[in-house]
C-alpha cells in the first residue's frame, strides 16, 4: 500500500534554516506530482508548494515564495522541502502530499503523509 | 488573491442532513476536492472532481456546485462524522495553484 513518511522537523530559531523530507513507497514516485501543505496548529489546511513529477515546474504560495524551495529525487522516492528564513508564522505540521487526477484530468490530493512538526522559536 | 469561504461552524442531529458551502471565484473546470479531518488525525480525501468517492468512502457523503459555490451534504448524520471539512480546488490560469478553504467543523 501507499506510504508516505516525513521526516527532519524540529525546533529551529527564526531566522535560520530547515530541510524536511519525504520518502514514499507503493506508487510510481516518478509519475506523480507532489506538493507540500501545512497547517499550523489549531488552524485550517494551506497549501505552500508543488513540483511536477520530474521536477521541471514548481511553484510556491505567496507566503513562502524566495523562502522555500521544493525539490525531489526520483531514484531514491524522496521529496524535500529546504526552508530558509524560517519565521515564528511558518510553525506547522508539514504534509507530504500526492496528487491524483481523474480521467476527466481533475486533480485532488489523494494520499497524505503524517506530517512532520516544526516548530520556529527563539 | 482568490480564496474559497466555507462557514467557520455546522451543526446537525443524528439521521439529519447538513450541507457545507465553499465559495470561490477560481474554479476551475471541475477541479474541487474535499478532505475530512477528525482531530489529531491527518486529513482524508472524501470526494474529488465535484461529485466523486473514493472507493471506502460512505454514499451519505455527496458533493454539487454551482457556478461559484461548491457544497458538500452528509446524509444520515451519524456521530463519527463529527469533524473538519476542508475545500480545495485548483487553478492553472493563474494564481496560487491550489487553494483551501477556511475549514468548517461539524458538529452531530
Known amino acids: 500500500q501507499i506510504q508516505m513518511m516525513e521526516s527532519g522537523g524540529g525546533v529551529v530559531q527564526p531566522g535560520k534554516s530547515l530541510t524536511i523530507s519525504c520518502v514514499v513507497s507503493?506508487?510510481?514516485?516518478?509519475?506523480?506530482?507532489m506538493d507540500w501543505v501545512r497547517q499550523a496548529p489549531g488552524k485550517g489546511l494551506e497549501w505552500i508548494t508543488i513540483?511536477?513529477?520530474?521536477?521541471?515546474?514548481?511553484d510556491y504560495s505567496d507566503s513562502v515564495k524566495g523562502r522555500f524551495t521544493v525539490s525531489r529525487d526520483n531514484s531514491k522516492k524522496t521529496l524535500y522541502l529546504q526552508m530558509n528564513s524560517l519565521r515564528p508564522e511558518d510553525t506547522a505540521v508539514y504534509f507530504c502530499?500526492?496528487?491524483?487526477?481523474?480521467?476527466?484530468?481533475?486533480?485532488?490530493?489523494?494520499?497524505w503523509g503524517h506530517g512532520t512538526l516544526v516548530t520556529v522559536s527563539a | 488573491q482568490s480564496a474559497l469561504t466555507q462557514p467557520a461552524s455546522v451543526s446537525g442531529s443524528p439521521g439529519q442532513s447538513l450541507t457545507v458551502s465553499c465559495t470561490g471565484t477560481?474554479?476551475?473546470?471541475?477541479?474541487v476536492s474535499w478532505y475530512q479531518q477528525h482531530p489529531g488525525q491527518v486529513p482524508q480525501l472524501l470526494l474529488y472532481?465535484?461529485?466523486h468517492r473514493p472507493p471506502g468512502v460512505s454514499s451519505r457523503f455527496s458533493g454539487s456546485k454551482s457556478v461559484n459555490t461548491a457544497f458538500l451534504t452528509i446524509s444520515e448524520l451519524q456521530p463519527e462524522d463529527e469533524a473538519d471539512y476542508f475545500c480545495?480546488?485548483?487553478?492553472?490560469?493563474?494564481?496560487?495553484?491550489?487553494?483551501f478553504g477556511g475549514g468548517t467543523k461539524v458538529t452531530v
Open positions: 513540483i511536477s513529477y520530474d521536477g521541471g515546474k514548481k
Open positions: 507503493g506508487f510510481r514516485f516518478s509519475d506523480s506530482d
Open positions: 502530499v500526492k496528487e491524483g487526477f481523474d480521467t476527466w484530468g481533475g486533480k485532488y490530493f489523494d494520499h
Open positions: 472532481s465535484v461529485t
Open positions: 480545495s480546488s485548483y487553478s492553472s490560469t493563474g494564481g496560487p495553484s491550489w487553494l
Open positions: 477560481s474554479f476551475t473546470y471541475n477541479h
